[in-house]
Nanobody, 119 residues
Framework: QVQLVESGGGLVQAGGSLRLSCAAS????????LGWFRQGPGKQRELVAR???????MYADSVKGRFTISRDNAKNTVYLQMNSLKPEDTAVYYC?????????????WGQGTQVTVSS
């Protein structure tokens, strides 16, 4: 069993930046895919970004050019650098880990971290 713990959320003004971190209790090398989801008020949970073994990344259209996902296998940590934040980025952000079979198959979730962007 692997535990994922997110950190780095908070309140930021529009145009600002935050970096989210997701620390795993064990090695993240075992996972073919790691990613970040978010769920805004009254919205469904959506995939924001994912990175697969080999380093290939994917981003939701709404965050392309503003967010960057990365992984540090030595630290068992996944990051989400968020720049040029907008009020519509306000959400609870969740880290996830799992497999990739053409789609991201999630096996583990973090507890979430709140990101609030003020206008």
């Amino acid at each position: 069993q692997v535990q994922l713990v997110e950190s780095g959320g908070g309140l930021v003004q529009a145009g600002g930046s935050l970096r989210l971190s997701c620390a795993a209790s064990g090695s993240i090398r075992r996972f073919n895919a790691l990613g970040w989801f978010r769920q805004g008020p009254g919205k469904q949970r959506e995939l924001v970004a994912r990175i697969i073994r080999g380093g290939s990344t994917m981003y939701a259209d709404s965050v392309k050019g503003r967010f960057t996902i990365s992984r540090d296998n030595a630290k068992n940590t996944v990051y989400l650098q968020m720049n040029s934040l907008k009020p519509e980025d306000t959400a609870v952000y969740y880290c996830a880990a799992g497999d990739y079979r053409g789609v991201f198959v999630t096996d583990y979730w973090g507890q979430g971290t709140q990101v609030t962007v003020s206008s």
